[in-house]
């Protein structure tokens, strides 16, 4: 049979580029003859992981307009239009069977060629309250896979299904030993003691600014190891911090799978994505939701953990020097506590989820390895 093209878009942060990346992995997996494109944005973070994890990135024009004056509104049209013809172009050259839109502003006049030339849509919406464009694209696409069961309130009735946000392989391989971490950061730090600090690609400052207030208590913990991602713009500041044996501090961690394997307690913020990998990897989190997020929605997707008995909740105001140090105190010093969070957190895990979503995409595809839904869970 002739190849199956499917095309995903949706990019700006790696929230929106990893689930993609995870379903592009399993489409691969299932269907080698498949091609797998992306579309996205020159400025996005998709500029470097697309092309880095081996797939071609088609550049698409496109900015919001939420929340935005005159002047950005102005720009969001332009850019609208400009990606539409583009994305037409595409839509007409390349002619994809099916497109999957994973979120971010460039997914718009993506996924409206694809309706305009008749190309079917899906979307995979991570959080539990969905952003402004996937509340629009979701109005005319055929499946929409959803992270949480929560954000069903948002879009029709029957097409959507709780999947569970996609992961990618090397968080599932971890979990069953395929995957572990490096030789040199498995012997940082004793077992049990181990405490992962990241606040995204880019870092967050209320972590680091909590982690440099907070470095004697965190220095003087008896036998705690700290792996702790900055950004680039506060690391060397958090460097001369915690300057000791126990402490490294990196700009960006690019193997996020070794170092959540590596840690026994994870601080950071709650992106739906990074609350997946916690799950599948099955690790305890003290989780401090980004306070500026559309619609709030880091809140709701930590509360549904805390909930779940998988970690605990502390607000960005409330994160300083002395909270953290706190309640990271109590946390490592109460190991049966540490193990029953992990054990909630790997309960909420869904690693099947990028093979789920990769098989109803090839049979919307018409491919012979397409799995049907029997249900609309």
């Known amino acids: 049979m002739s190849n199956i093209r499917v095309l995903i878009t949706g990019g700006g942060t790696g929230g929106h580029v990893y689930p993609g990346l995870a379903v592009a992995e399993a489409l691969q997996h299932l269907a080698p003859e498949a091609e797998v494109r992306f579309a996205g944005t020159q400025r996005g973070i998709e500029s470097v992981l697309v092309p880095r994890a081996g797939f071609r990135l088609h550049m698409v024009p496109a900015s919001g307009l939420r929340g935005l004056g005159h002047k950005a509104r102005l720009l969001f049209v332009l850019n609208f239009m400009g990606g539409l013809l583009r994305s037409l172009a595409l839509m007409i050259s390349w002619r994809p069977a099916v497109v999957l839109g994973t979120g971010g502003f460039v997914s718009a006049p993506?996924?409206?060629?694809?309706?305009?030339?008749?190309?079917?849509?899906?979307?995979?919406?991570?959080?539990a309250i969905p952003g402004s464009t996937n509340r629009l694209v979701g109005r005319w696409t055929r499946r929409i896979y959803l992270g949480f069961g929560a954000a069903k309130e948002f879009f029709k009735n029957g097409i959507c299904?709780?999947?569970?946000?996609?992961?990618?392989?090397?968080?599932?391989?971890?979990?069953?030993?395929?995957?572990?971490?490096?030789?040199?950061?498995?012997?940082?730090?004793?077992?049990g003691r181990r405490v992962l600090i990241f606040g995204?690609?880019?870092?967050?400052?209320?972590?680091?600014?909590?982690?440099?207030?907070?470095?004697?208590?965190?220095?003087g913990m008896d036998g705690a190891a700290f792996l702790i991602q900055t950004g680039k713009a506060d690391a060397e500041a958090v460097a001369q911090a915690v300057a000791a044996d126990n402490v490294r501090v990196?700009?960006?961690?690019?193997?996020?799978?070794?170092?959540?394997?590596?840690s026994?307690?994870?601080?950071?913020?709650?992106?739906?994505?990074?609350?997946?990998e916690l799950q599948v990897v099955g690790r305890p989190a003290v989780l401090v939701p980004y306070p500026h997020a559309t619609d709030n929605h880091q809140f709701h997707n930590a509360s549904d953990l805390e909930k779940a008995g998988a970690a605990l909740v502390l607000s960005d105001e409330n994160c300083d020097g002395t909270a953290l140090a706190k309640i990271l105190l109590e946390l490592l010093d109460a190991p049966d506590r540490l193990q029953a969070m992990a054990t909630a957190a790997r309960g909420l895990g869904r690693p099947e989820a990028a093979q789920k979503i990769a098989l109803d995409l090839l049979e919307m595809a018409g491919h012979p390895a397409g799995l049907r839904w029997s249900d609309s869970s």
Request: a negative charge; proline letters at 4%.
């Open 110 to 127: 993506v996924m409206s060629a694809a309706r305009m030339v008749g190309v079917p849509c899906a979307l995979q919406e991570q959080n």
């Open 161 to 191: 299904r709780t999947t569970g946000n996609p992961v990618r392989a090397a968080f599932v391989q971890a979990t069953v030993g395929e995957n572990g971490p490096d030789s040199d950061l498995e012997n940082f730090g004793a077992s």
């Open 200 to 219: 995204g690609s880019g870092g967050a400052r209320t972590l680091n600014n909590a982690v440099r207030e907070a470095a004697d208590s965190l220095l």
């Open 250 to 262: 990196l700009p960006y961690i690019d193997d996020m799978a070794a170092a959540l394997l590596w």
């Open 264 to 276: 026994d307690l994870v601080v950071c913020r709650a992106g739906a994505m990074t609350l997946a």
